[in-house]
């Protein structure tokens, strides 16, 4: 099965600031993929792999055009570079839209937290909001004046939004943005995981329910510590196959003459997910809620591994 089924042909691109771009797309030989604000796909990248882009709803973007914002990242590993030096013309292959970052069905409040490049879900969220005539708030931060991606578009769909700058008195104050915040609303943040983590904590400390806490970030954590070997039990057969500690527990059952299903091997993308039967996962995804992880009964394998001896997963 193609897991890049669409082919995406550019049509502009832009200078957001020095480091951020905005790429047009259309799409070829098919029809335009529905999607909603949260959503991201993932394009292919010709070394191999792929990297994921949040979609924009950009004021004024064509009919029948799709939208991304990148950011060219110092430490790049290929796909920052690729996406910036893409011109009109160019054809990419990309994922279908996938949503792990949705917002809520009902008519709640919303307070809407950017960091950097993480305001690319923030943006489609706003215009999101602002269609269905529910009351949010955005506040977005970086480090310094004019380096702050799509503000131009973000004013054109919100009156309800706050910039904030490291260098100066604007810092944002994430404590002090949650005060006057309606008891029942939800909150969303994307950006860096130091922002993330620092607005759950502020969330929390308000009371505020953790399923009404919603974040993303597309980098997997990094281990807190070196792995160490352990054993996979099978649920369905009784077989164990042992994952070395350079190993994943999708390359172990691989290299086992065992099949199974994924497709971004970063913890990002939810297609390898499976129930933890016994034992207690390490987890390293991107995908899982805080309530999911404390669970212990679901785990992404193809990044995650184990801090029991032994994991039974329901395969």
Partial sequence: MDTHPLKLKVQSFAA???????????????ALPQWQAGAHIRVSLPSGGDRPYSLMDLPDLPEGTLALGVLREQASTGGSQFMHALQVGDVVKATAPVNNFSLHAGPSPAILFAGGIGITPILSMAAELKARGIP?????????????????QLRAITEALFVHYDSDESRLNIAAALESVPEDSHVYVCGPAGMIDAVKASALARDVPTQRIHYELFKAETPACSNTPFDVELRSTGQVVRVEADQTIIQALDQAGLEVLYDCRRGDCGICQCGVVSGIPDHRDVILSDDERASNKVMQICVSRAKSERLVLDL
């Fill in 136 to 152: 949010y708030r955005v506040h977005y931060a970086g480090r310094t004046r004019g380096h702050l991606a799509f503000l131009p």
């Fill in 16 to 30: 957001e600031t020095p480091s951020v771009r905005s790429l047009v797309f259309g799409v070829e030989g098919g």
